[in-house]
């Protein structure tokens, strides 16, 4: 079974910076068509702006906020533009904040469910009306399209101060699963990687704050150390491929071991 993506076309979201950005490189390296999408256009026009105005460059990037439906379609529609068709899809864009659980008018709530949940949804389901239209509905094993959804160890293991993220995360994966099922028939998987201390731009940003941050993590880390965005990449182009061809509804946990001893008194960054 081959591990290989080359030559499917990839969408990926929160491209701009930290592990989106990694999946998207690292897709691209493997020669995938890959579009980055995220609502930062100089963070994108930085980091892929150049490679994406070559002639014959298999990269393509879309500035919009996702939390708006017609961006949803023009993004689809770039790429339909770009490349004639969509296989992979990676829900990459998420975002961590702090919430108070004993505040009702704490609405952290309902912006991560709508940043980290409705989001992922409501991409998923358009993409794979697209992938289902690509396969023709032909019958067989072929495969239609692969999705891949970013989650959290915070589903599982939280953190109060992190109740909005944890229940987003928790929604997310739940998500998953369904999709899974829904569209099974139509020859298309849906996982997630759910995953631990990575080192973005969040992460480092925590750091410099808090010098005890590092030191804290790792000694929450069976492996100790901090995992680097490139290893969540090689996870997600995995689940991507062919190689991941009998897997779907799983939630691929990458934590160098955090969520199997973590407690509740520390947080998973």
Avoid: W
């Amino acid at each position: 079974m081959s591990f290989s993506i080359a030559g499917k076309t990839a969408i990926v979201t929160g491209a701009a910076n930290g592990v989106g950005l990694a999946i998207g490189r690292h897709f691209a390296k493997m020669d995938a068509n890959v579009v980055f999408a995220d609502m930062d256009e100089a963070r994108l026009v930085k980091e892929v702006g150049e490679a994406a105005a070559k002639e014959d460059s298999n990269i393509r990037y879309f500035a919009g906020d996702l939390r708006e439906k017609l961006n949803i379609q023009n993004l689809l529609s770039l790429t339909l533009d770009a490349f004639d068709q969509v296989d992979i899809l990676v829900n990459a864009s998420r975002q961590i904040a702090a919430s108070d659980p004993l505040n009702p008018d704490d609405d952290a709530v309902e912006q991560l469910l709508q940043q980290n949940l409705m989001t992922s949804l409501r991409l998923t389901q358009l993409v794979a009306k697209r992938m289902i239209k690509q396969s023709g509905g032909a019958e067989g094993e072929a495969p239609a399209g692969a999705i891949v959804n970013l989650s959290s160890i915070a589903a599982r293991r939280t953190h109060p101060d992190l109740l909005a993220y944890s229940i987003s995360c928790a929604a997310l994966d739940q998500m998953t699963r369904a999709m899974a099922v829904a569209l099974a028939p139509h020859r298309i998987r849906v996982n997630a990687v759910a995953f631990g201390s990575v080192m973005s731009a969040s992460l480092k940003d925590s750091i410099r704050e808090n010098e005890d941050c590092r030191d804290e993590i790792i000694r929450n880390t069976p492996l100790a150390r901090i995992a680097s965005p490139g290893e969540v990449a090689e996870a997600a182009r995995f689940l991507a491929s062919d190689g991941a061809g009998f897997m779907t509804g799983q939630i691929l946990t990458v934590d160098g071991g955090r969520s199997l001893v973590d407690t509740v008194d520390s947080a998973a960054h």
